[in-house]
């Protein structure tokens, strides 16, 4: 089986300041990792994939995740937030070599104040 | 060129009538994809097609679900007997292949009175 946890529903953080969005994951065998965004009315869009290779993934947007196997997580960051960086964000696991359904977790909300 | 598209946006059913959405993916697209997200939860999913064949329909709850590609591009999902737990939005989503990164379209909003 495979899991996704997003530990927090909301994350605030200022214009300017750095944000993390937090994911950590459980899957049998090696894992690919990935990050979504979701804005309002709309599908979700890809930011970000780990596949194999170094551990710090950059992707859209300025957003960059770095896989970290022994703590089995996948933080999604960027250095400097943006006000229209809010939305919500949905981390995703699936197992490597085998089954290609993700898991996705539950989402975090993403709101960057002015 | 063109992303995902999905149709209806938005369906409202009375309970118990039937309902098919509709699935265009990016052209050239192998996989496809359908998901179900309920309101504050991430996409859970129904069904999985590479090309034509559905090989994998774990994710659908009833036998009342049918999903469907025949010609390896456009796909339907059917519901039949619409209930009021079936009120979600559904998502579809393309990717080249098994691995790579899904695209999704806008989704359904299915509402069920």
């Known amino acids: 089986a495979q899991s996704v946890a997003q530990p927090e529903d909301q994350v605030n953080v200022a214009e300017g300041n750095p944000l993390t969005v937090k994911c950590t994951y459980s899957v049998s065998g090696n894992p690919y990792l990935f990050w979504y965004v979701q804005y309002p009315n709309r599908g979700l869009q890809f930011l970000l994939k780990?596949?194999?290779?170094?551990?710090l993934v950059k992707g859209s947007y300025g957003f960059e995740a770095e896989f970290n196997k022994s703590q089995t997580s996948f933080h999604l960051k960027k250095p400097s937030a943006l006000v229209s960086d809010s939305a919500l964000y949905f981390c995703?696991?699936?197992?490597?070599?085998?089954?290609?359904?993700?898991?996705f977790g539950r989402g975090t909300s993403l709101i960057v104040h002015p | 060129g063109a992303g995902v598209s999905q149709s209806p946006r938005y369906k409202v059913a009375k309970r118990g009538q039937d309902v098919a959405l509709r699935c265009d993916p990016i052209?050239?697209?192998?996989?496809l994809f359908w998901y179900q997200q309920a309101l504050g939860q991430g996409p859970e999913f129904l069904t999985y097609?590479?090309?034509?064949?559905?090989?994998?329909k774990s994710g659908l709850p009833s036998d009342r679900f049918f999903a469907e590609r025949p010609e390896g591009s456009v796909s339907t999902l059917k519901i039949q007997r619409t209930q009021q737990e079936d009120s979600a939005v559904y998502l579809c989503a393309s990717s080249l292949g098994r691995v790579d990164e899904q695209y999704f379209g806008p989704g359904t909003r299915l509402t069920v009175t």
């Open positions: 780990y596949i194999t290779g170094d551990n």
């Open positions: 052209s050239g697209h192998v996989s």
């Open positions: 097609f590479q090309n034509e064949a559905q090989l994998d």
């Open positions: 995703a696991v699936r197992r490597s070599g085998g089954s290609y359904i993700p898991t």
